[in-house]
């Protein structure tokens, strides 16, 4: 997940590269990160042990609310400490490894699993009694909770599954259907996606607020490392392409992922923005509305299941006008998993609340309620609502579509390299699109900095 959204799912590992190379080099930086962390958790390891409270850790605002629900339900107290994405996986990594009883729980995504699990920082469920559960966890999610010898180190509540979410009413005008299955052969390869994006153009219309809405399903056909050496295959390039021409061909309104227009365009109109324009800045922003000649509305946006919420939060007046269909491969993306420290000394405290968050059934009935479609793990729950009907989204069968999905995700493209490779992939493909670099130049530049970064993986130029 770029820059966490406001609802709290989508999360990156900006420090992708620093966290590979902090597995060789944490012993000399965790004096100074120490520093930071505590003051972050705003105490150390021994007046730690003077508080019953479970203190948890996490990038995703949504644990607060499972937190005050657990607190509600069972009178035990939780202290829920939200950190910057950016600094959450070296402040976790700092305090664990040197030793701290706190925090009890952290989270992490399934591209920071994995440095988690050879760190030896998260306990082992399985003493706890988590195999007991294991077949009530759609399978890929409660997989991608063990580590590399089967042993269950984590958990998540969700699932998510990609798709593609699109306005009903703009799809009526333009497409004479707003039907999932005819929409989705609108998105079925990237030289269709583009098609579609003229056809849209041409009415009006953009495809999409930015040109990175694909993202998601660009990691959908090999992982960025195999066998310890870099991949670039067609399907990378055939997506650089694709961003490219988005961006070239004017079929975005150049509002930037998870910037305040890239929200706002959910709930209708919104102005065509200049190209390059800075829109994280709120000033230069301004400035650029004022300039715009031109507004247009978005037709789509590519996320995950957990869109829902930042939908939700979002679409205003546009609210019930909305369908989901498959994008251009089977993809997914994010997700909380929860884990304890090894250092914890409230194990069973902190298991009690893992089982609370994923694998209460009360609890999910809850969350679905209070999330407004979040779609969860839980195969009890799952197979309960998945005939139910979802009016924002033309009564489409959210749950059922969503846990057909997972059932194709491959956990085998994900590797903790991945939002490392991913952001300067990316880069790559802006120098591209601004005219900055040609494709070879930028191309070049990329393995130039995967071989500096990584220097223990094989780059074949």
């Excluded at 996606?193 to 219309?205: H, P, S």
């Amino acid at each position: 997940m770029s820059l966490i959204n406001e609802t709290g799912y989508k999360s990156t590992l900006q420090e992708g590269g620093n966290i590979m190379k902090m597995k060789r080099v944490v012993a000399v930086a965790l004096a100074a990160i120490m520093t930071v962390s505590l003051a972050a958790c705003g105490g150390s390891g021994k007046e730690a042990k003077k508080s019953d409270k479970l203190v948890i850790w996490t990038l995703a605002k949504d644990l607060q609310d499972f937190a005050d629900k657990y607190t509600k339900e069972t009178g035990k107290e939780c202290e829920v400490v939200i950190v910057d994405p950016a600094d959450y996986p070296t402040k976790v990594q700092a305090a664990i490894q040197s030793g701290e009883t706190e925090p009890d729980i952290v989270v992490g995504e399934p591209k920071m699993l994995d440095t988690y699990y050879e760190a030896g920082m998260l306990a082992d469920l399985d003493e706890l009694g988590a195999q007991d559960y294991s077949d009530k966890i759609v399978d890929y999610v409660w997989k991608k909770g063990q580590d590399a010898d089967g042993v269950q180190r984590a958990i998540s509540y969700q699932i998510t599954p990609a798709g593609i979410y699109y306005r009903r009413d703009i799809a009526q005008k333009v497409f004479g259907t707003d039907d999932p299955e005819e929409i989705s052969k609108l998105y079925a390869d990237y030289d269709t996606v583009l098609n579609t994006a003229q056809t849209l153009k041409d009415a009006g219309y953009k495809i999409f607020a930015s040109d990175g809405e694909m993202k998601v399903f660009s990691d959908s056909k090999e992982a960025w490392v195999k066998d310890d050496t870099l991949q670039v295959g067609q399907s990378r390039l055939d997506y650089m392409d694709l961003c490219v021409k988005l961006y070239q061909d004017n079929y975005t309104a150049f509002a930037e992922q998870w910037t305040a227009p890239w929200y706002t365009a959910m709930a209708g109109e919104i102005p065509v923005y200049e190209a390059g324009t800075d829109l994280w800045d709120d000033d230069a922003r301004a400035e650029a509305e004022k300039k715009a000649t031109e507004t247009t509305e978005v037709f789509s946006y590519g996320l995950p299941s957990w869109g829902v919420l930042t939908m939700r939060d979002n679409y205003k007046d546009t609210e019930g006008k909305w369908g989901v269909c498959k994008g251009p491969g089977s993809a997914f993306d994010g997700g909380t998993y929860l884990g304890i420290s090894a250092n914890s000394e409230k194990k069973d405290e902190a298991w009690d609340f893992i089982k609370f968050c994923t694998l209460n059934e009360d609890t999910m009935e809850w969350w679905l309620d209070f999330s407004k479609g979040d779609t969860v793990s839980y195969i009890p729950t799952l197979e309960k609502h998945k005939d139910d009907e979802n009016a924002t989204y033309g009564n489409e069968k959210l749950y059922a579509f969503w846990q057909s999905e997972a059932e194709n995700i491959d956990l085998s493209l994900v590797t903790p390299y991945d939002q490392a490779i991913g952001d300067a992939w990316a880069s790559a493909i802006t120098s591209i699109k601004t005219g900055q670099s040609t494709k070879e130049e930028a191309i070049s530049a990329f393995y130039d900095e995967i071989e500096s970064t990584y220097p223990e993986l094989k780059v074949n130029r």
